[in-house]
Nanobody
Framework: QVTLVESGGTLVQVGDSLKLSCSAS????????MGWFRQAPGQEREFVAA?????????FYDDSVKGRFIISRDNAKNTVSLHMHNLKHEDTAVYYC???????????????WGQGTPVTVSS
C-alpha cells in the first residue's frame, strides 16, 4: 500500500514556472515507477510524464509537455517532482501523481493515486 500526497498547485500566469511535488509513504518507494497525469475540466485524465524506479532513471513525456516539463524523483526522500516551465493556458488541470509496477503512460497500470493538486494558468 502506498499513500501519495501532491502539493504545489496554484494559480500562475502564462509563461511562468511551477514545481509540483508528490510525497509517498507506506511501501518501499523505490519499487514503483511514478507517473504524473492531469485532468482538465470536462476532459479525461491524460498522461503527462513518467519515471522508472531509481533516482537518475529513465523518463518519458507526452508530446504536449516535452521540452517544458521535467520529472524527477528522490528515493531517499520518497518524493517525485514535476518541474513545469513555460506554462500555457492549456496546462490548466488537476495534476495527479501515481505509483505502479510498470513504466507506462497508461493510467490503468498505476495502482496508487494521490488526491490531486490544481494548477490554473491564467492568461
Amino acid at each position: 500500500q502506498v499513500t501519495l500526497v501532491e502539493s504545489g498547485g496554484t494559480l500562475v500566469q502564462v509563461g511562468d514556472s511551477l514545481k509540483l511535488s508528490c510525497s509517498a509513504s507506506g511501501d518501499t518507494f523505490s519499487r514503483y515507477a511514478m507517473g504524473w497525469f492531469r485532468q482538465a475540466p470536462g476532459q479525461e485524465r491524460e498522461f503527462v510524464a513518467a519515471i522508472t524506479y531509481y533516482s537518475g532513471a529513465s523518463t518519458f513525456y507526452d508530446d504536449s509537455v516535452k521540452g517544458r516539463f521535467i520529472i524527477s524523483r528522490d528515493n531517499a526522500k520518497n518524493t517525485v517532482s514535476l518541474h513545469m516551465h513555460n506554462l500555457k493556458h492549456e496546462d490548466t488541470a488537476v495534476y495527479y501523481c501515481a505509483a505502479g509496477r510498470l513504466f507506462t503512460r497508461v493510467a490503468g497500470t498505476y495502482e496508487y493515486w494521490g488526491q490531486g493538486t490544481p494548477v490554473t494558468v491564467s492568461s
